[in-house]
């Protein structure tokens, strides 16, 4: 069977020679007589697997020399408890900026460790835009300011970076990682879960700058510490070994393909096609600030959504799938990570014309 066009959220498609690599070496790495998944986190195979893996995401992303870079496990998720046990470092409370379901997840589990301030939410509108950084209370003697660059259930993305002034800026940029260049040297720590746009599920990245480590929240568990894990490479305990050699992969596959700002001029160009279409319709709409729109997750509606099981249907029929929106926002969405070819963005719009010339 022909592989298909996979626009889910995440787990999300990888690079289809990345897969056929791996697929090339699985079962006997390299001429080594065993596969990744059987090696060894302290043989020399792996290790260096791993350093490679980490010295080709430093390159990626021009991460300065006194930023650790960390392979965890527990998701996303699970950092939204390490931020707090591991940079609220005795002050009274923590800035937090509110767009969207994620946000509020991370803000809650801050809430356990200390004080959060919400410097600004775009509640108010259902999360379809991200304040402007005018519009934010920040605290100057917070211990970090936190948010979330991509929203990847609202398709709400932010392009701008917060000016914090000393306070350590902290990202969640679980969904638009290595989709477009950031300046590193701008935060105190960008966590991203692998799934969606960089790897296989199980495995977390952390860059973190080396002064934010070591002033633990008393009674945080040895894993729990970003210290921890930097003093050991990552190998406090057995590491993600599989994801972080798929990931590697990955990283190869985008040195490939001109690095960062090559994989930007691409997004841009696959989201355009949608978004143009979206603009023009009578049909279809997004609901997302125009400055706002999300280059990796666009959600649309459908003018009557009683037609949406039908569209689904016939996405389907064309080796389309994943389409169906967060239940919080409805209608559909459409991620379109770096692995996506524009092909499947292309067959994506040609379907929305054709749908709404039918239905319209
Ligand atoms: C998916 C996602 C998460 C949660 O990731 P897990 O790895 O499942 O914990 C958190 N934040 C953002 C922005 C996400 O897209």
């Not at 969405?333 to 010339?357: C, D, H, T, W």
Request: aromatic share 10%; hydrophobic share 45%.
């Amino acid at each position: 069977m022909d592989r298909i066009f996979n626009f889910s959220a995440g787990p999300a498609a990888l690079p289809q020679a990345v897969l056929e690599q791996a697929r090339d070496e699985l079962v006997n790495w390299q001429g080594c007589g065993m596969s990744v998944m059987e090696m060894s986190h302290r043989g020399k195979e792996y290790m260096g697997i791993q350093a490679e893996a980490e010295a080709d995401l430093r390159e990626l992303m021009n991460i300065p020399a006194n930023y650790k870079v960390l392979f965890l496990q527990g998701g996303a998720s699970m950092q939204f408890a390490m931020v707090p046990m591991n940079l609220f470092r005795g002050k009274a409370s923590a800035d937090y900026l509110n767009t969207g379901e994620w946000s509020k997840k991370a803000i809650k589990e801050a809430q356990k460790y200390g004080k959060v301030n919400v410097v600004a939410s775009s509640e108010d509108k259902n999360f379809t835009y991200a304040p402007a950084q005018s519009a934010w209370k920040l605290d100057p003697n917070a211990a970090y300011v936190h948010y979330t660059t991509n929203e990847t259930i609202g398709g709400v993305e932010i392009f701008w970076t917060p000016e914090t002034g000393n306070v350590p800026l902290v990202a969640d940029m679980s969904s638009d990682i290595l989709s477009r260049p950031i300046d590193v040297s701008k935060f105190g720590l960008i966590y991203a879960g692998a799934q969606k746009n960089i790897g296989p599920a199980g495995l977390t990245i952390v860059i973190v700058r080396e002064d934010l480590l070591g002033q633990l929240v008393p009674g945080t568990p040895t894993m729990f510490d970003y210290k921890i894990a930097a003093d050991n490479d990552s190998m406090y305990n057995t590491p993600s070994t599989y994801a972080i050699y798929i990931a590697g992969l990955v990283f190869k596959w985008l040195k490939k393909n001109g690095g960062i700002a090559a994989m930007e001029k691409v997004n841009r160009a696959k989201a355009k096609l949608i978004y143009d279409f979206l603009d023009q319709s009578k049909f279809f709409q997004s609901p997302v600030a125009v400055e706002n729109r999300s280059l990796m997750n666009i959600p649309f509606t459908l003018k009557d959504a009683a037609l949406d099981d039908e569209f689904l249907k016939a996405a389907k029929a064309r080796g389309m799938v994943q389409l169906k929106g967060h239940r919080s926002v409805g209608g559909m969405r459409a991620s379109i990570y770096n692995a996506m070819p524009i092909e499947g963005v292309q067959a994506l719009v040609a379907l929305m014309k054709e749908f709404e010339q039918q239905h319209g």
